[in-house]
Structures are given as C-alpha cells and as structure tokens.
C-alpha cells in the first residue's frame, strides 16, 4: 500500500497506490494493481517489461466522492506486454490473506 505517487520497477502480489503509479518500460510484476484516489498511471519508455494480472484505475475525489475520468498514458517503443492473467491474480489475491512483512518508507 503506498499512500501517494509511487514508481514501480519490479514485483508481485497486490499493489495499492493513492496518488500516481509510474512504470517505466522494463517493469514487470504479477498480480494485481489498483491505482485509486488521484486515478493516474503513467508508463513511459523503451523495453520489454511484463505486466500479468489486473489493472483497474479509478479516480474519486477523496472528501467530495464521485467518480472522475481516471488516466492512462502509455509511450516508448519495445516489447512491453500488459496482459490479463487470472493465475498471477488468484496467487495475489490468496496471498493476500497472510502477510508476511510489512515496510514503511
């Protein structure tokens, strides 16, 4: 869970982020992503990254509720591939009922 903007390299399970998600174009992860509150996830640059699992992207204003156009921006060549996966979701959402270790930055 990251309560702001983050930058994702590498990793899998479920990620939670507030703010805005930034991928660059190697980042590869499995499982599931939600990019909640501020609604905006940007992937920019060249590789061949993997993304399998889900993405859902939803913007709402925080105190005044209601759904907002939530963003989407993708650029950069390569071989990047985000793809829908239901085997990296359900082995994210099954581990999510035991957490193994928590970090705070």
């Known amino acids: ?21 930034t991928m660059r174009g190697n980042t590869n992860f499995k499982g599931v992503i939600l990019v909640l509150g501020d609604g905006e996830l940007e992937r920019d640059g060249g590789g061949n990254g993997e993304i399998l699992g889900g993405i859902t992207i939803a913007k709402f204003g925080r105190t005044s509720g209601g759904f907002l156009a939530p963003s989407f921006t993708t650029n950069g060549g390569g071989n990047s591939n985000i793809q829908y996966d239901s085997g990296s979701i359900a082995n994210a959402l099954n581990a999510a009922t035991n957490v193994s270790g928590i970090r705070e930055f």
Do not use: P
Not at 1 to 21: E, I, Q
């Open 1 to 21: 869970f990251v309560d702001g903007d983050a930058t994702l390299t590498s990793g899998s399970g479920m990620l939670v982020v507030t703010g805005k998600l």
